[in-house]
């Protein structure tokens, strides 16, 4: 399966804010946004003149690279969020939120994506009693999301539960029990994701 293997912390440089892509060390003073604020490279600090497509592109790459998916899974997420009624936009990020390893940062089950992500590869998690270890796999109202009887990564669950100060609406957590419903599709305004959704819209509208 194809995935980003570099070192995470210049993606965020590279965006110019915290994407959160490492978990608790993000909430540091050793995050790299907080040490070095400016893009990586010896071109770092070089002003480069903001056009609109660059605005634009910056704004699908930071999109893409907070949900960590790559170029043609994005492409295919914005596809069907064209097909979607409503605004295209507000259905991408919704269509982004509600998978699976997006789910379980915001329940507070993990630490960051990638941490969710291999939780659910390695098969620890159950959706309405059968096991998921599909990351990408998308949950929908009324779902009940448990931790496998038994599962090794307890401890590590129950870990990150300590990093999360609120739940989001849209979700129902137990996090003594370590499970979880989806009530409800989320709103706009409860999708925290630091981006402007019309851009990328703009972007592959052209």
């Known amino acids: 399966m194809a995935r980003y293997t570099g070192p995470v912390c210049k993606l965020c440089r590279r965006e110019g804010e915290k994407l959160f892509l490492k978990g608790e060390r993000c909430l540091t003073d050793k995050c790299a946004i907080e040490r070095r604020n400016y893009p990586p490279g010896q071109h770092g600090r070089t002003r480069v003149r903001q056009s609109e497509y660059r605005l634009q592109l910056r704004e699908k790459q930071k999109a893409r690279r907070y949900y960590g998916v790559l170029e043609r899974q994005f492409r295919n997420y914005y596809e069907k969020a064209s097909r979607l ?122």
Do not use: C, M
């Not at 269509?95 to 590869?121: K, M």
């Not at 109202?141 to 307890?154: F, H, M, Y």
């Open 85 to 206: 009624p409503g605004a295209t936009g507000e259905n991408l990020l919704r269509l982004l939120e509600t998978r699976l390893d997006s789910v379980l940062v915001r329940l507070g089950f993990a630490a960051s994506r990638r941490q969710a992500r291999q939780l659910v590869r390695h098969g620890h998690w159950l959706v309405n009693g059968r096991r998921v270890d599909i990351p990408s796999y998308q949950v929908r109202p009324d779902d009940v999301i448990t931790l496998k009887p038994g599962s090794p990564a307890e401890p590590v669950v129950r870990e990150a539960t300590e990093l999360t100060s609120a739940v989001p609406a849209w979700l129902q957590a137990d996090h003594d029990g370590l499970t979880a419903k989806v009530l409800r599709w989320p709103e706009r305004d409860e999708i925290p994701a630091p981006v402007q959704e019309q851009l990328i819209v703009e972007l592959y509208s052209k």
